[in-house]
Nanobody, 111 residues
Framework: VQLVESGGGLVQPGGSLRLSCAAS????????MNWYRQAPGKERELVAH????????DYADSVKGRFTISRDNAKNTVYLQMNSLQPEDTAVYYC?????WGQGTQVTVSS
């Protein structure tokens, strides 16, 4: 199993980023996918979840209405569209599935 995140970076408050997670080594369309994040000094937390078909999604209360998780089963990729970013969204964002983690991508929200 390999999960490779990309799309992180530095953005101003109120800005947007789209994260991608390219998956390989397993049958992507069979598995739910998840985005987690870990801020400095805090525990890793679940941010968003999407079912294998993409029909069902779920979000942490802190990101509801601002973040959208989606997937493209033809491309073996899951996305996290993040809008209205705030400094408290600063964290390393990880893709998780099949009991495996990606390496993470840093998101920094700062003016």
């Amino acid at each position: 199993v390999q999960l490779v995140e990309s799309g992180g970076g530095l953005v101003q408050p109120g800005g947007s980023l789209r994260l991608s997670c390219a998956a390989s080594g397993f049958t992507f369309r069979w598995y739910a996918m998840n985005w987690y994040r870990q801020a400095p000094g805090k525990e890793r937390e679940l941010v968003a979840h999407i079912s294998s078909t993409g029909d069902t999604t779920d979000y942490a209360d802190s990101v509801k209405g601002r973040f959208t998780i989606s997937r493209d089963n033809a491309k073996n990729t899951v996305y996290l569209q993040m809008n209205s970013l705030q400094p408290e969204d600063t964290a390393v964002y990880y893709c998780y599935a099949v009991k495996s983690w990606g390496q993470g991508t840093q998101v920094t929200v700062s003016s």
